[in-house]
């Protein structure tokens, strides 16, 4: 009789471990698909501000092209000073919006990063000397980013550091390079457009 209760009492033990098992399994289960929506989630939100963030890029780069441009020198003081004004005004609403999407990198990134970023600011610093020499150097920096041929010589050091960099890095580092590409282009001309109502000018006075 004895032994009879003792096997009953194991048997419902056993029943009761093999019934908490299952529970906590399923409840495992049901964290890590919570956790999954989640990290689904997590990305979306990542996404979308850095959709964002290009979007603030843009804007600001748009409002000076806007104030640099042809256009704007060709309106009267009184009107351009206005218009000055209004582009400043939405320069200082965009710039007191903050987006920031950190990424997670490693120390060999991270040093990747700081020498591709010192090599731009560098090349930055020579356009300001020699926009010809400094617009060639950005082609080629730019050439080691693109997945497709270029044509134009390719940086192959600058393209080794780069590809060492974390991927939404490297995807900065273009947008930055094809950004400067854009300023330069629209300096050159605005430079053509300046030198040729300079020689121009002469003409329109009857001289």
């Known amino acids: 009789m004895a032994q009879t209760k003792i096997q009953a009492k194991m048997t419902d033990a056993q029943c009761a ?14 964290l890590l698909e919570t956790l999954d929506e989640l990290e689904m989630r997590v990305e979306a939100l990542r996404e979308a501000a850095s959709a964002m963030e290009q979007e603030r ?37 965009t710039l007191s919006v ?3 999407v950190g990424t997670i990198r490693n120390p060999q990134q991270e040093d990747a990063l700081n020498k591709a970023t010192a090599i731009i600011d560098e090349m930055v610093k020579k356009l300001l ?7 060639q150097r950005l082609l080629a920096l730019h050439a080691a980013c693109v997945t497709e041929a ?3 010589p390719i940086d192959q050091k600058f393209q080794a550091i780069v590809i060492s960099c974390a991927l939404e890095d490297q995807k900065k580092i273009k947008r930055r390079l ?3 590409l854009r300023n330069v282009e629209n300096a050159d001309k ?11 000018q002469p003409k329109a006075n009857g001289c």
């Open 129 to 135: 000397d020699d926009m010809e020499c400094g617009r």
């Open 17 to 30: 471990k093999f019934s908490r098992t299952l529970s906590m399994a399923d409840r495992s289960g049901r």
């Open 190 to 200: 605005n430079i053509k457009i300046m030198d040729h109502q300079k020689l121009e």
């Open 178 to 180: 094809e950004t400067l």
């Open 98 to 100: 903050e987006i920031s």
């Open 57 to 93: 890029e843009c804007i600001l780069e748009m409002i000076q092209s806007i104030q640099n441009g042809q256009e704007m020198r060709n309106i009267c003081a009184g009107e351009r000073e206005e218009l000055d004004l209004t582009a400043n005004r939405l320069m200082g609403r």
């Open 150 to 152: 270029p044509p134009c």
